[in-house]
Structures are given as C-alpha cells and as structure tokens.
C-alpha cells in the first residue's frame, strides 16, 4: 500500500470577531495543508480602512465588494484558507458565492475578555478594541445548515490547527 501525502484542495474561510485569532489561525492551517494564505485585512479598500481606524464601523454597504473580493481570491481548484470576519450568514453566502465552489468556515469562537485582551495587545492595526461590541452585535454564528466548524480560541493554536486540519482534510475527498 503506497502512503501519499494528502493534497488539500478546499477553499476555507477563517471567521470570527477582531481578535480571534483569524490570522494567526489561517497561516498556521494554510502551513500544514500547503494551501495558499489570503489575508482577508489586505483586501479592504481604504475608505474601509479609514472608517475603521476612525472607529467607525462598516455598513453592509461597505462590506459587499470587500467580501465579493475575499470570495474570488477563494476561486479555484488549489487550496486555499482566507481571514475573514464573515459576520453574517449573508455575508458568508456572498463569499461562496464569488468563490463559485463551495466554502467551508473555520469560526473562532471566544469570550468578550479574551478578544478585548487580545485587541489591546496587538500593535499596528488598524480595527481599534471599540469596534468590538459592533461586531459582536452584528455577528451571527454559523448554524447546522451551514459548513462550519467552531473553535474554541482558548486552545492553543497548534490544538485549533489540529482540529481544524483534520475536520477539513476529512470533508475534502
């Protein structure tokens, strides 16, 4: 019996409120799937930039091409893992559908004073801990029709990475 490595085809989106870990997240997974990175921050036009850093939150309006964009970079049949808040089912609909494959979402999933903590340590970006309580208002957790799987961010990320990992390598035949 041969042993072949694996090739991770999927396209994944890492979601979650500022803070969660998207980031460090996606880069850790996309490192032990051999997938492409795609920081979703990068995407964001700079109207967008500038109202966040003035701690103004986005409006749908906002958000569309951003999210429109964040699916396309997802197009493809290589593997591919993206930071993305994806808020809402809406938006997370939206990014499958620009993908024009399916999409599954990896949500981080934590407690106010963790993420809090988190934003306030965190040097050189522009989402300001007070845009916080927006996005939790506005966040709305995958529910069982949708492929998601949800972390805990208390773990450790090698822990997360595993779970992830393995739940993603198991949908991807």
């Known amino acids: 019996m041969k042993n072949r490595e694996h090739i991770f085809h999927g396209a994944v989106v890492v979601m979650g409120v500022a803070g969660s870990g998207k980031t460090t997240l996606g880069k850790a997974l996309a490192r032990q799937l051999k997938a492409q990175f795609i920081e979703g921050d990068d995407l964001h036009p700079s109207a967008n930039v500038a109202k966040m850093s003035a701690q103004i939150p986005l409006t749908d309006a906002d958000r ?19 930071s993305c808040s994806a808020l809402k089912r809406s938006y997370r609909e939206k990014i499958v559908e620009a993908a024009g494959r ?3 979402f990896i949500f981080l999933d934590g407690g106010r004073e963790t993420l809090e903590r988190r934003m306030r340590a965190r040097q050189d ?7 916080l309580a927006s996005q939790l208002e506005t966040l709305e957790p995958p529910d069982a029709h949708e492929h998601a799987l949800r972390l805990d961010i208390e773990q450790s990320v090698s822990a997360l990475a595993a779970q992830a990992g393995s739940w993603l390598l198991s949908q991807d035949q």
């Open 64 to 82: 569309w091409p951003w999210l429109a964009l964040v699916g396309t970079s997802l197009a493809g049949t290589q593997g591919k893992i993206a």
């Open 125 to 131: 970006h522009f989402m300001p801990p007070a845009l």
């Open 102 to 104: 399916p999409v599954s």
